[in-house]
């Protein structure tokens, strides 16, 4: 094994044979903002053989303070943050096989995603995505690390890594109340590092086959309140999602057009079917006398339209910046698609 691991290898729970079990590891990381971008960055420095990164986004100025991958550079260029998390990774550690995904993760798609890895590390922003995750990978029968952080609070609970324990669907109710987002409460960088190297710390003790009780663990850094809640009593009889008879609610595929308004800022996210198809460069050029400060890359088509900003992704989604509101975002994108 390479020197480059030697104080990992030194320390014992881990040793050379714990290296050389991290170096097998394929590990699927659901979003590159604050969370996946900080654990990406330990896992990839640990020498974990595969990384696959999925996100939707592109990098803002907003991000900078705590998603700590990205530099000013990227926001300017506008790189989505999987483009610029597989660059920022692969520099870090080149023995790392490091793939970034610039995709929404969908009823339609996230099984084919997922598929191939060892585990999942949770850092997505909604619980509606959380959700359809861990209806995933207990489909696949792989663990689910997943982690939530907001304000000065942070979360994590492993999920599937012992036989008849809850998962996310179970525990639902326990969990905070989802009003509070970094777009209402902000959140500060201290806590997105905690609750990364809580998620770390458990995948790798699930890697090296260290058993450990899964336990549902927070921490607010400002308060000092910490808890850690055993969950076995948590498992829930007839879940749809974990039970004998799981029926996985939140994989059932719909095919109309959905919106969501995104964390941490003003916009609303419009994705179409997977059937419908853009071509980047003939809606560049289409919209070219409608709008200014027009930016298009293999990746996305950004522009000023109205006060607000507009991005067009490759998959067939479109954020409208600038507004909350669905019917304004609506209106926008039949306007510039005609």
Not at 116 to 142: M, Q
Not at 245 to 255: C, D, I, K, W
Not at 289 to 307: D, F, M, Q, R
């Amino acid at each position: 094994m390479s020197e480059r691991y030697s104080r990992q290898e030194l320390f014992a729970p881990i040793g050379e044979d714990g290296q050389i079990q991290i170096r097998k590891a394929s590990i699927f990381i659901l979003g590159a903002g604050a969370l996946g971008s900080s654990g990406a960055e330990m896992l990839v420095r640990a020498g974990v053989g595969r990384v696959t990164i999925v996100d939707r986004d592109i990098i803002e100025w907003t991000n900078l303070h705590r998603q700590q991958l990205y530099t000013e550079q990227d926001v300017i260029e506008q790189l989505p943050k999987a483009v610029a998390a597989e660059k920022r990774l692969t520099a870090i550690n080149s023995d790392v096989a490091v793939t970034g995904i610039v995709v929404d993760v969908t009823q339609q798609n996230v099984l084919d995603l997922m598929t191939g890895h060892d585990l999942v590390l949770d850092a997505t922003d909604n619980i509606e995505t959380r959700l359809l995750a861990n209806d995933a990978a207990l489909k696949l029968g792989i663990p689910f690390f997943m982690g939530a952080c907001v304000g000065s609070y942070g979360l994590t609970f492993p999920i599937g890594i012992q036989d008849n324990q809850p998962c996310l669907h179970c525990i639902l109710e326990t969990l905070p109340s989802q009003t509070l987002t970094c777009d209402t409460v902000g959140v500060i960088s201290p806590i997105v590092v905690t609750t990364a190297a809580r998620q770390v710390a458990d995948v790798l003790k699930y890697i090296t086959r260290i058993p450990f009780e899964p336990k549902l663990e927070s921490a607010d850094l400002w308060t000092g309140d910490r808890a850690s809640i055993g969950v076995a009593s948590m498992k829930k009889a007839g879940c749809p999602s974990c039970s004998e008879n799981a029926v996985y609610p939140f994989l059932s595929a719909r095919e109309s057009m959905k919106t969501a308004v995104l964390c941490g800022r003003d916009t609303v996210q419009l994705s179409w079917p997977t059937s419908r198809k853009f071509e980047l460069i003939p809606f560049a050029e289409s919209i070219r006398g409608s709008v200014s400060k027009l930016i298009h890359n293999p990746h996305l088509v950004a522009c000023e339209y109205n006060g607000h900003r507009i991005v067009l992704f490759r998959d067939g989604r479109m954020l409208v910046h600038g507004t909350k509101d669905v019917v304004t975002a609506r209106n926008i994108a039949a306007r510039l698609l005609g």
